[in-house]
């Protein structure tokens, strides 16, 4: 399955727009990529995937490059509630069913 | 509404007992999954129903048994646990299966091994 990396932690003010990268350099091509957060002692929350195109919801959007290899979640207004583990995911077709590999995620520290 | 119900929160057991642990969804949802999460680890995919039937067993010990009674229910039924077995377990659903499908999980169900 497609390995993602994105950094340990990060930083951003309150009300500035949050960008966490995401490197998968050998994503497949019909693998989508799914971004999660967790907040502390709470269930994993979904925010946004996709497969090719940019993609925007009510939360957030998400940016892929062309050649798929690497994308960017971006949280326009960060608040102190979106503080939490970002978690980067490439969903992996096992032959039966997908699977949801997490890595260490980036912790996003929202400061006022 | 995509929203996936754990019971209990909170469980604490000895070695020897038996418990379950209990989810549910009404989304219509025909895949559940099972993860683990030990303390600051990412979760871990334990098992994987789909349509009643399991999919995905990642090698789990045989302590662990996991039932999906219907398309709405999933237990994972717990005996003979070790300490080390203490975490957060997850229950998650999808619409199916495939990599587009969107993957919701509860809250988690804190298990304690004493």
């Known amino acids: 399955d497609a390995k993602t990396t994105q950094p340990t932690s990060m930083d951003c003010a309150e009300g500035r727009a949050a960008n966490l990268p995401c490197n998968h350099s050998?994503?497949?091509?019909?693998?989508?990529v799914y971004w999660y957060r967790q907040i502390h002692s709470q269930g994993p929350q979904y925010i946004i995937h996709?497969?090719?195109n940019n993609e925007t919801n009510e939360m957030a959007s998400l940016i892929i490059t062309e050649d798929r290899k690497s994308s960017t979640l971006i949280l326009p207004h960060a608040t102190l509630r979106d503080t939490a583990v970002y978690y980067c995911?490439?969903?992996?077709?096992?032959?039966?069913?997908?699977?949801?590999?997490f890595g260490t995620g980036t912790r996003l520290q929202v400061t006022l | 509404d995509t929203e996936v119900t754990q019971t209990p929160k909170h469980l604490v057991m000895g070695m020897t007992n038996k418990k379950s642990l209990k989810c549910e969804q009404h989304?219509?949802?025909?895949?559940m999954y099972w993860y683990k999460q030990k303390a600051k680890k990412p979760p871990e995919l334990m098992f994987v129903?789909?349509?009643?039937?399991?999919?995905i067993n990642e090698s789990v010990p045989s302590r662990f048994s996991p039932e999906c009674p219907n398309s709405s229910l999933l237990n994972l039924h717990l005996h003979a646990l070790q300490p080390e077995d203490s975490a957060l377990y997850l229950c998650?659903?999808?619409?199916?299966?495939?990599?587009?499908?969107?993957?919701?999980f509860g809250e988690g169900s804190w298990l304690t091994v004493v």
């Open positions: 050998t994503i497949s091509g019909n693998e989508y």
């Open positions: 989304m219509g949802h025909r895949a």
């Open positions: 998650a659903s999808s619409l199916g299966l495939s990599t587009g499908n969107t993957i919701y």
């Open positions: 995911i490439v969903s992996f077709w096992t032959g039966t069913a997908s699977k949801l590999t």
């Open positions: 996709g497969l090719k």
């Open positions: 129903y789909s349509y009643e039937k399991l999919s």
